[in-house]
């Protein structure tokens, strides 16, 4: 986290372009905040998209994409849920429990960290009038605690509006890949920052899900970089 901010934004911002939005890109845990964990687990997918944060800045310096990244762990809030949703602090996760979670301020966690970012965001994208925003996530591909291998090597979630998630569904399988329609998990009980910033504005968006494994050095973020920077340029073109 950077002199107290709970996120960045990099990239030039022009009006009417693509945007891109990573909420889960860091796995920062304040010191005067001890969850109760061992220091690494912060760094596993329970703390963090592993690999989002580099596909994203690549997007942007590389492919004109601007990104507002968070610089907080989702163990310490989830900017991906509502504020009144009962896992938006968690006290376990995968599998593993979160002491320092256990009756935690979550009103003060919302204040310092979950409002500040949203507030922002809701600014920068109505500064950016975005053709698409671009919700950038990454998933495991096995849950600790499910036997379950995950296939899809990339899903794209939606909740009402499947507008843009439908183009991109098969633009992405044009290319060979094991698209998720709706996977790993459902955008319709997974969908908090779309539904707040795109779908309640009429706002067309794709949120994309890539499998850890493929993005967890820097080639391949640089290849699933230059790859989603197409497919969505392509997605915004279908729209028009």
């Not at 970012?117 to 975005?130: C, G, I, N, R, V």
């Not at 939606?158 to 569904?169: L, S, T």
Request: hydrophobic letters at 40%; a negative charge; proline letters at 5%.
């Amino acid at each position: 986290m950077i002199d107290g901010q709970v996120f960045k934004q990099i990239g030039d911002l022009k009006r009417g372009g693509l945007v891109c939005v990573a909420d889960h890109a860091s796995s920062f845990v304040p010191e005067d905040l001890p969850l109760g964990i061992p220091a690494d687990q912060a760094e596993t997918h329970i703390g963090v998209d592993i690999g989002v944060a580099g596909v994203a800045a690549r997007m942007a310096r590389r492919h004109g994409i601007p990104a507002h990244m968070a610089l907080i762990s989702r163990l310490v809030v989830d900017l991906h849920r509502e504020e009144d949703h009962p896992k938006v602090v968690p006290t376990e996760s995968d599998g593993h429990l979160i002491p320092g979670n256990i009756g935690a301020d979550v009103e003060a966690r919302l204040d310092r960290y979950h409002r500040p970012y949203h507030e922002a965001l809701a600014k920068w994208l109505d500064e950016a009038a975005p053709e698409l925003i671009i919700s950038l996530h990454s998933f495991t591909p096995q849950l600790e605690t499910s036997t379950e291998e995950r296939p899809w090597e990339v899903g794209l979630l939606y909740n009402e509006d499947d507008r843009a998630a439908r183009h991109a569904i098969r633009l992405f399988g044009e290319l060979g890949l094991n698209v998720g329609d709706n996977e790993p998990y459902s955008g319709k009980e997974l969908n908090a920052t779309m539904n707040r910033h795109a779908e309640a504005h009429g706002r067309p968006y794709c949120a994309v899900e890539v499998r850890q494994d493929l993005i967890s050095n820097r080639a391949d973020q640089a290849r699933w970089a230059a790859m989603i920077a197409d497919v969505c340029g392509r997605v915004a073109l279908a729209l028009d």
